[in-house]
């Protein structure tokens, strides 16, 4: 279990250091998405200068939107891209030759990425909480579950990203699927407009999918729209969604390896 565990240690901090190494676009990644958060700011602030709407004033959408720009960063800076290189070039016929799971090694590799991209989190809320000074968590318990809704966003991203790569198996690309799950995780999840600001049936169909947990869950838990009970309930969905998406690939996996190609053969 120790010497499993190392091999997991490994693959995360190689592909940690491996998105570091690329300084000029860690910096145009902070300039991107920070500008982006700032415009948002300057948006919001316009729009709800008379008042609140659907539950969000300028306090709470302030902290609602450093909220998205964090799972934002984190889920839209990972890379994605080396695992679906891995399966495109064929090299996945290799990786099932080692003594090593597919699976849990792209995980580790993706975390090791998200990870790279705390520093672009860390400089970007402190930005925004010295220009905007956002309200803190309603309370002390709402702060940690909202801690834990954003680590559970690590395991939910990996499950939900590496089912979109193994359609590669497939399609022979990727880059269409990539732009399909990043529209849909962005306004399902809530961070183009919050759920709230949608029809019903809309945010029936979006809570039916995992993506409301990137944005949605913990912006709820730390604004105090949902009670302790509420907040658990959510956090209970997250995991079982993250738990489910696993599996769920592993099943996948299984069949697509079937659709190996290697040089055209």
Known sequence: MTSAFAVDRAFAVIAFKRRLAYKTQWL?????GGGAMLVSMAMWRELLSGGALSGYDWDAMRAYIIIGFITATMVF???DWHIAD???DGHVAIDLTKPVDFQRARAAEYVGS???TIPTVALGVLGAWLLFDPPGPVSATAGALTAVSLVLVFPLAFGITYLTVLVCFWTKRYLGVMWLREALLSFFSGMM???AFMP???QAVAWALPFPHFTTTPSAIY???VDTAGALGLLAAEAAWAAGLWFGARLIFNQAVKKVTVHGG
């Open 86 to 88: 891995r399966i495109l």
């Open 200 to 202: 019903s049936w809309l």
């Open 223 to 225: 604004l105090g729209h």
């Open 77 to 79: 800076g990972a890379a």
């Open 28 to 32: 145009v990644g902070l300039v991107l």
């Open 193 to 195: 407009v919050p759920l």
């Open 114 to 116: 998200m990870c790279s």
